[in-house]
């Protein structure tokens, strides 16, 4: 038997699947994480899959991973102290940075720049001078940069970011300032841009290239001791980590590049969602993706999601290639509070994995979402396949602090706690949505994570969404979306040339250039040339703008004049749909980047398909149960499923509660719902 691992940390649980590739054997399992130490959490998450499943680590094919340490790290300021090599004159390039300012206009009278990940205290010039064209005006100067690294050295900085102007065109002064560094200082962690980023735009270039930088102690340190425990257990197996554009990487890539795998673990669950999604029926999606500190909401259209070339992570800007992703603080554990004692909130602020909420009995004071359910009844059992018992009492305290504090009944203080995360959700599909010229009742809802099917039918009802898709493990649906994807690599580089200017043979040398580096690291991976699948996009924009749309180049590159039209058509269309205008004949066309996306083909494994049984799903219900919803303004009797007993087929109608091993799913009145026979539950408004 040949099994495949997977294991995606969230904030609350640890999420383990255990897939045999052949037969098709499934096995789930969750693990509280550990928040201090999160490396912790995939060694006991491995232990416990292993003990309960029986998988022998001589039979363990591969282990995949999905990880926030790098996002988590970005957002609490928790990376390595660095020092930047900058060139000569541009020692304020992220002090500079960008003149956006977030918000409305009249923000800019009160708003504070971002702390730098480098402070200007810790930036040396130096590195020679290349000019635009990529040739050498000054060389590079080796006393120089040996006194920097000297320098560096004695303060006890550990890692050290070289991002020289013009770079992109030509690496060679960053790869000369690399090597002095290592002859002096070759324990130092070393990030150069143009490895990170062959592109231009100097700020965002220098910040992704600092962050890299200041990540690859803490995410080397991390692999490390994950790769360590793997060699313990005698699993001999290749170790992959998602990247956030939704392919893998090799752990040690990772740690080289940790910027990649900014938003590792719900880059994962989309993969996953558009899975489902087309097995389903339904290739225009709205992923949402909610665990126990946020939703993480993606919209997808024909089963592919689109792929952003840069975003944001937190406070920063970050040129990487991930997936659209819009996350909200709104998840299970948000916790609710009194702004000036008088106007409810919920989050952003969790109750995380430790304590948790109230209802855990684990020293939670604070009220949060899930007591919140607990206390309308929506939540009838532990989670977690009872590894969490959930007290209503503890829930019912917290809560009913927040009814006595307005004047309510206990489960009208708990109904507006969830109206107020329903919105919050409901928010962030509309940024995703509605703000994008998309109207989201043309949508399915693909609703997974802990707490996204406990949520769907009330945020579908707020919507006006009508199409509903639970995988079949919501709850691990990520850690699944691990398995479906193949290893990827994306290289760009810059060359700014108007429509009316193409040069069709240094596009097609470039790409030629692309595809051998593509293809040489995907070889040095162990892939063969059958397995090496390769696509090509240009980013393109209109002469004078600041932001580029990527267009898939149709076609093979001895067609490239052909080629090069076509994507010049295809970029109006895509102009025409994002926002909703086109300069097609009146402004000429830029293309800034070229672009090769290389796939490492691994083999998909088998998905189980459920089995086939009638249209009643009476056989399924485990008991019943009181719960309330806002259409019947009171706590009504309603029939509790077991998942695990539902067959292909069969359908019910809301109200009802549908439980399984790793997730809740409401069904609210007006909804029917069926399992179909790839095992999801699909809910359709009435």
């Known amino acids: 038997m040949a099994w495949r691992l997977a294991v995606d940390i969230g904030g609350t649980f640890t999420d383990i699947v255990a897939l045999e590739e052949v037969s098709g054997e499934l096995h789930l399992a969750k693990v509280p994480s550990t928040p201090d130490d999160p490396a912790n959490g995939f060694i006991n998450g491995i232990e416990h899959i292993r003990a309960t499943s029986g998988v022998e680590a001589a039979d363990v094919a591969a282990v995949f991973h999905g990880t926030t340490v790098a996002t988590n790290a970005i957002l609490q300021r928790k990376y390595s102290p660095l020092g930047l090599i900058i060139t000569l004159g541009y020692r304020e390039a992220l002090e500079v940075a960008r003149q956006t300012v977030p918000g409305e206009f009249g923000d800019i009278t009160w708003w504070i720049k971002p702390e730098r990940v480098v ?77 990170i980023l062959r592109e231009y735009r100097e700020y965002e270039r220098t910040n992704t290239t600092c962050l890299n930088t200041a990540l690859m102690p803490l995410l080397s340190n991390y692999h490390a001791k994950l790769a360590q425990h793997l060699r313990d257990q005698k699993i001999a197996a290749p170790f992959y980590i998602m990247r956030s554009s939704g392919g893998l990487a090799q752990a040690e890539e990772i740690s080289r590049l940790p910027i990649a795998a900014a938003l590792s673990g719900p880059a994962a669950g989309v993969i996953a969602a558009c899975h489902f999604g087309k097995l389903s029926g339904f290739p225009n999606i709205i992923c949402f993706d909610v665990g126990g500190t946020s939703a993480d909401i993606c919209l997808v259209e024909g089963g592919t999601p689109r792929m952003l070339t840069e975003g944001r992570v937190d406070i920063y800007d970050v040129k990487t290639p991930m997936i659209d992703i819009h996350t909200v603080g709104a998840g299970g554990g948000s916790i609710a509070w009194l702004a000036g004692g008088v106007s409810l909130k919920v989050g952003p602020d969790s109750a995380g994995a430790d304590p948790g909420p109230a209802c855990y009995g684990r020293g939670g004071e604070l009220p949060t979402v899930t007591d919140a359910n607990l206390v309308l009844g929506r939540l009838t059992a532990g989670l977690a396949g009872g590894g969490v018992e959930l007290s209503y009492d503890r829930a019912a305290e917290v809560v009913g602090g927040i009814a006595s504090a307005l004047g309510l009944e206990l489960t009208d203080a708990a109904d507006g706690i969830l109206r107020i995360a329903i919105e919050n959700m409901a928010a962030g599909i509309r940024t995703v949505s509605v703000k994008r010229g998309r109207d989201p009742r043309d949508y399915a809802l693909v609703a997974f994570g802990g707490a996204g099917p406990l949520h769907a039918c009330y945020l579908a009802d707020w919507l006006g969404m009508k199409q509903i898709v639970i995988p079949p493990s919501p709850g691990v649906t990520s850690a699944y979306g691990l398995l479906l994807t193949d290893v990827r690599i994306d290289l760009v580089h810059t060359d700014v040339q108007r429509e009316d200017q193409l040069d069709a043979a240094r596009v097609q040398a470039q790409f030629q250039e692309l595809e051998a580096r593509v293809v040489e690291r995907l070889s040095g991976e162990g892939f063969a040339k059958e397995t090496i699948e390769l696509t090509h996009f240009l980013d393109m924009r209109y002469g004078g703008q600041a932001y580029e749309i990527r267009v898939p180049l149709g076609g093979n590159l001895t067609q490239l004049s052909t080629g090069l039209a076509s994507a010049i058509t295809a970029f109006h269309v895509s102009h025409q749909d994002l926002y909703g205008y086109s300069y097609e004949g009146r402004e000429p066309v830029e293309l800034v980047n070229v672009g090769v996306t290389g796939l490492g083909l691994l083999k998909r494994p088998q998905i189980p398909i459920a089995v086939v049984g009638d249209e009643s799903a009476h056989a399924a219900i485990r008991t019943t149960s009181d719960v309330y919803f806002p259409q019947t303004q009171g706590k009504v009797s309603c029939p509790v499923y077991e998942r695990a007993k539902l067959l292909a087929g069969n359908r019910f109608e809301g109200p009802a509660i549908v439980e399984q091993y790793d997730s809740t799913t409401v069904v609210n009145p007006g909804w029917h719902a069926r399992l179909d026979e790839w095992g999801s539950l699909v809910l359709i408004k009435d």
């Open 119 to 195: 402070p200007l205290e810790l930036v040396r010039e130096g590195g020679g001078r290349l000019n635009v064209a990529g040739e050498e005006t000054l060389a590079v100067d080796a006393d120089e940069i040996r006194a920097h690294a000297s320098e560096f050295k004695a303060m006890g900085i550990t890692a050290i970011a070289v991002s020289l102007l013009h770079s992109y065109r030509n690496p060679d002064h960053e790869r000369r300032v690399r090597e002095i560094i290592n002859e002096v200082y070759p324990e130092c962690f070393i990030s150069i841009s143009s490895d």
